[in-house]
């Protein structure tokens, strides 16, 4: 299993570079993961993959980009409530990449 | 981990036969399924000691369990005709993704171990022994291949090359060195009951969520109905169409359709998958388990219809194979019980199963639905047609009807519609460069550079016709063309739904 350097500590990785455990992820680990990814991470990020996260030890899974894209446009505001905005966040795409950063396992099947 | 940059090839006037670049894409090989995706499938962890026997052992089952896989390995005569007919050699150059070159990697080695000339004379006709390096080749190269069949097409004989890759495909796993993107999604089907691993709460709480997007849109209280007893059409559909886009907005459209025709319908989260990966890797056992599952959700919601939402290969497997996987339809088997009480269960007046272009396109004939073309006015539209779909079936009961119902559908409801170059459609569509259990990002560049010949004729309309929105009817089809799109210059976004045109431009009488 490959891992990731993060301050001195070792951190398990998958060959795409997703957490293998859920559970060793922290906000150092994030932003380490979001280097990976070229991605500078403001509040704006913050605020997208704590909902991930949430939403995620509700249910055991990534929530759709719909859904997604509408639960942040309602918490933040109708302007960031779209998938332009996320894609600006997460250039290669809210529901793979945000989910890397966010230490969620990566969503599988057609899409 | 820097994102290596993908240089997609240029676009030209015409596709060009290119020069060969010998090895080009050798270094293209997916990741290696790990134990646990293997072994729920009934495969071996990893890669067992005696894999040259095993693997031989499998060739020798296949030839007498599958007549088509001696047939095809023993017919071909390397005519060429089939040379330049695949997506994946025409952008990528390299020789061993000609079909013929790519099935001989496989037909060299059948031909040493299963036939007169190679097992006497190897040399004199190319028989090759198997090695480890064979086997990394073939767990390579027989993933550069779709299983769209374009090249079967051309072929004088008929071979058809997707066989010979799902055989190799279930050789590799046979022997404990399987795909992970495949591998580990039918592990997720047959333990959660879909592709993505989406709970059944959270695909409640997704759909709960789509219901009132609906009706903030339209007013109405339009359903997206799950597991709900005593419906009367089972709706069976990608579970892409939960969560990604444009997929989405295709399930909504279909709700829409519903709702106006006033039909009863529901969900299963059970059976939360169209998709059938188990026809990608050529297992039959695995590909029955996963269609049981159908089964099973239509005869425990008691269920009149099945409908198949927008999924290629889904398709495909439900037109050409669930009759007997499962007896849908016609041709259970007499003593499978199941089978036969699906068969008494559902109504006979309608085709079982049936494609919800189908559906929809039954629905306009009569006058059901309310619509108005002019909601798609903003748009000018194109439609790809979907491989399986194209090669692998049929719809409505007409012949050509799999080309002919999607295009009366969305010309039912949009004003603006261009047909792209007729040899890259049709019977001669052109692969998206994600099919057959390809869709993952660690076959990117062959995603890429695949999706050249399409993406070369889906550019001149754009170009010359304003085509600004391309539709489909294949959930790989439309996320593989999201991720493509941007590197051929095209916005992302102009993939979409058929039923998200559709469901656009359906009339809704507000009561409020």
Redesign the interface.
């Known amino acids: 299993m490959p891992s990731m350097d993060v301050n001195g500590s070792e951190v398990e990785v998958d ?3 997703y957490l293998a455990d859920i559970n060793d992820w922290n906000r150092e680990i994030a932003t380490a993961l979001a280097e ?3 991605v500078e991470l403001t509040d704006s990020h913050w605020e997208v993959i704590d909902f991930l996260r949430e939403y995620y030890d509700e ?3 990534a ?5 997604l894209t ?1 639960a942040i446009g309602k918490k933040l505001g109708k302007d960031k409530g779209n ?1 332009k905005y996320l894609y600006e966040l997460f250039p ?2 809210p ?2 990449q945000a989910c890397k950063i966010g230490g969620l396992p990566k ?5 | 981990m820097a994102r290596v940059e993908i240089q997609a090839p240029e676009l030209t006037e015409y596709v060009e036969i290119p020069v060969l670049q010998e090895g080009s894409m050798a270094h293209s090989s997916p990741f290696v399924a790990k134990p646990d995706h293997q072994e729920v499938l009934n495969f071996p962890g990893e890669l067992v000691e005696d894999w040259h026997d095993q693997a031989i052992a499998k060739m020798e089952d296949l030839k007498k369990t599958s007549r088509s896989f001696s047939l095809f390995l023993d017919i071909c005569v390397h005519c060429g005709s089939c040379t330049d007919k695949c997506h994946y050699f025409l952008g990528t150059a390299d020789p061993k993704n000609m079909p013929v070159a790519r099935q001989e990697l496989l037909r060299s080695v059948y031909r040493r171990y299963f036939t007169f000339a190679g097992k006497f004379f190897p040399n004199l006709v190319g028989a090759r022994d198997l090695t480890r390096e064979i086997l990394d080749e073939w767990h390579s190269y027989f993933h550069q291949c779709s299983e769209c069949r374009r090249c079967s097409v051309f072929c004088p004989y008929g071979i058809d090359t997707a066989e010979i890759t799902m055989a190799a495909r279930d050789i590799l796993d046979a022997v404990g060195y399987g795909q992970k993107y495949d591998n580990e999604i039918l592990g997720k089907v047959l333990k959660i009951g879909n592709n993505l691993g989406l709970p059944g709460p959270a695909l409640k709480a997704t759909l709960e969520d789509l219901e009132e997007d609906l009706e903030d849109e339209t007013g109405l209280p339009i359903r997206m109905p799950l597991d709900e007893k005593g419906a009367d059409v089972l709706l069976i559909t990608p579970s892409a169409d939960f969560f990604a886009e444009p997929h989405i907005d295709g399930l909504m459209g279909y709700a829409k359709v519903f709702h106006q025709a006033g039909i009863s319908w529901t969900m299963s989260s059970y059976a939360s998958e169209g998709a059938n990966f188990g026809m990608f890797i050529g297992n039959y056992a695995t590909m029955k388990k996963v269609a049981e599952r159908i089964r099973t959700a239509a005869l425990d919601l008691g269920v009149k219809r099945i409908i198949v939402g927008e999924c290629g290969h889904a398709w495909r497997v439900a037109y050409s194979f669930w009759n007997t996987l499962t007896g849908t339809g016609h041709g259970a088997a007499a003593d499978d019980k199941y089978a036969q009480m699906l068969q008494k269960q559902l109504d006979p007046r309608y085709p079982a199963p049936q494609h919800i272009v189908e559906f929809t396109y039954d629905l306009m004939q009569r006058g059901v639905l309310n619509i108005d073309k002019s909601a798609n006015d903003h748009r000018t539209v194109s439609f790809h047609d979907s491989c399986n779909v194209a090669r692998g079936s049929g719809m409505g009961n007409i012949e050509r009807g799999q080309f002919i119902l999607p295009r009366e559908v969305i010309k039912g409801v949009v004003n603006n519609y261009v047909e792209m170059d007729g040899s890259t459609m049709y019977e001669e569509t052109l692969c998206c460069g994600g099919g057959g259990g390809l869709l993952t990002d660690d076959l990117m560049e062959l995603r890429v550079k695949g999706a050249m010949p399409r993406m070369n004729a889906l550019k001149k309309v754009f170009d010359e016709e304003g085509v600004d929105t391309l539709a489909a009817i294949c959930a790989i089809c439309k996320s593989q063309f999201s991720k493509v799109l941007p590197y051929y210059d095209m916005p992302m976004h102009m993939i979409t739904s058929v039923h998200q045109l559709v469901g656009d431009a359906l009339v809704f009488e507000n009561n409020d």
């Open positions: 060959e795409e570079g990976t990814e070229e249910y055991q899974i929530p759709a980009v719909r859904v509408k998938s290669y795409g529901a793979k969503p599988t099947g057609c899409i």
